[in-house]
Nanobody
Framework: VQLQASGGGLVQAGGSLRLSCAAS????????MGWFRQAPGKEREFVAA????????TYADSVKGRFTISRDNAKNMVYLQMSSLKPEDAAVYYC?????????????????WGQGTLVTVSS
């Protein structure tokens, strides 16, 4: 599987940014797709996930109401729309996928990872 994340950049606090993840290499209909982030000196943490089939979503409490995860089945794309960004949202964001419906921890087995995209939030 290949997961190609893009869309990171520098944004002011309160601003918005949309991350994209291009997924390829398998049929994702039975997968859950997600976003994680890792700030310097911190562990990788769950941000949001979406089931490819059905589109049900889950979010970390820290981003609920501000971030929206979505997918485009036809394009095999997953997006993370981030709004009302805070300095504490700054991190490297990673796209991930896992067979099944559970993807809320970075230490789960059989998680496929893409390369990260850096989000910087200025105060």
């Amino acid at each position: 599987v290949q997961l190609q994340a893009s869309g990171g950049g520098l944004v002011q606090a309160g601003g918005s940014l949309r991350l994209s993840c291009a997924a390829s290499g398998r049929t994702f209909s039975s997968y859950v797709m997600g976003w994680f982030r890792q700030a310097p000196g911190k562990e990788r943490e769950f941000v949001a996930a979406i089931r490819w089939n059905g589109g049900s979503t889950t979010y970390a409490d820290s981003v609920k109401g501000r971030f929206t995860i979505s997918r485009d089945n036809a394009k095999n794309m997953v997006y993370l729309q981030m709004s009302s960004l805070k300095p504490e949202d700054a991190a490297v964001y990673y796209c991930a996928c896992r067979y099944g419906s559970i993807l809320y921890r970075s230490d789960l087995e059989d998680v496929d990872w893409g390369q990260g995209t850096l989000v910087t939030v200025s105060s």
